[in-house]
């Protein structure tokens, strides 16, 4: 009902009560055609990701405020950890809310390809028209297939032997109807930011699983698709998190032509950066830093710490500003 906006803009400038009108749904309505006024100015955008797993235990999560603080206080009970396959579990049921709610494996997949049709045949249909709605689908799961990778127009174009106009216009549907999300590159230099390649991920890990067939006894029959999965997870939870906490920073990867790499970096408004490595094995090594002691030398006075989250049940201080957490500390409720 878009014709509902110039309504509530003539209510709004009426009387400026904030928390008059509440308008949901599961697309970008800005996006819209049909839409003549954006209510810009009179009104708060808010995007409301699936439920963090802090947020399913009732646990407001502080790991991003901790990570910022000056002396965070990494402690890991034993009562906290977490097996393994539990961790994995976790991971794969995702935030959606009603598929928490159904504990069988085949009641989660009837949800889950019941809300990918409809999203994809209702919401797409309303923001463009597309005479096959079956392509649409067909990119999502390779996206699915390549979320933590590159996002390569060009390759994408070659495998789905669609042309690069057409892919690149749904592959913004995804992103309007909150499937996908990107991830840019962190770059001391602003203006580079806008012009190298982004990563892309799906926004909830539930539903790449869904789409790529993974279960825990697959992941531990093939655990190379172990390390894709848990840093969509990573950066998703650090996103819902992120959204609540005080130092609300900002989310990149870091890459450099000679092959350093860090998964994700946060920058708070300070310009202050914390560089974050994903790890599915249950053991670290000297190898495991290599990349986040890289960027501390590129960030220099603008480094805060670094710290590599993996699945074993130590917290291990490298150095200083620089450890191995569990990953369950990353849903705790930290106090800085």
């Not at 407001?60 to 961790?87: Q, Y």
């Amino acid at each position: 009902m878009p014709e509902l906006f110039p309504a509530i803009k003539a209510a709004v400038d009426r009387g400026r009560e904030p928390g008059r009108f509440l308008l949901t749904g599961s697309a970008n309505v800005l996006l819209l055609p049909k839409l003549s006024e954006s209510l810009a100015g009179r009104m708060e955008m808010l995007t409301l990701w699936p439920f963090s797993h802090g947020e399913l235990n009732r646990v407001r999560e502080g790991f991003v405020d901790a990570l910022f603080a000056p002396r965070p206080s990494w402690h890991f009970e034993r009562s906290e950890e977490v097996g393994r396959a539990a961790l994995f579990a976790t991971v794969l049921a995702g935030g959606y809310p009603p598929v928490l709610a159904r504990r069988v494996g085949a009641r989660r997949r009837a949800w889950y390809q019941s809300y990918v049709t409809t999203v994809l045949q209702r919401d797409v249909r309303d923001l463009a028209n597309i005479a096959d709605l079956t392509a649409v689908p067909r990119l999502l799961a390779v996206l699915a297939s390549r979320a933590g990778g590159l996002l390569n127009f060009a390759d994408l174009s070659r495998s789905l032997a669609m042309p690069q106009t057409t892919l690149k216009r749904y592959f913004a549907l995804l992103e309007a109807t909150f499937l996908v999300r990107l991830l840019p590159p962190w770059s001391g230099n602003l203006g580079q930011r806008v012009i190298q390649t982004p990563k892309v991920y799906l926004s909830d890990t539930g539903l790449l699983a869904h789409l790529l067939g993974l279960t825990v006894d697959r992941l531990a029959v093939d655990a190379g698709l172990a390390g894709g999965l848990l840093e969509n997870f990573v950066l998703m939870e650090l996103s819902k998190q992120s959204a609540w906490s005080e130092t609300q920073p900002q989310i990149y990867y870091w890459r450099t032509a000679a092959g350093q790499e860090v998964d994700l970096v946060l920058e708070d408004r300070a310009g202050r950066l914390v560089g974050i490595e994903v790890k599915a094995g249950a053991t670290l090594g000297g190898g495991d830093l290599r990349g986040l002691q890289a960027l501390a030398s590129a960030a220099g006075k603008r480094w805060v710490r670094g710290v590599v989250l993996y699945s074993g049940t130590e917290v291990i201080p490298f150095a200083a500003n620089l450890h191995g957490l569990p990953l369950p500390l990353l849903w705790a409720a930290h106090s800085p």
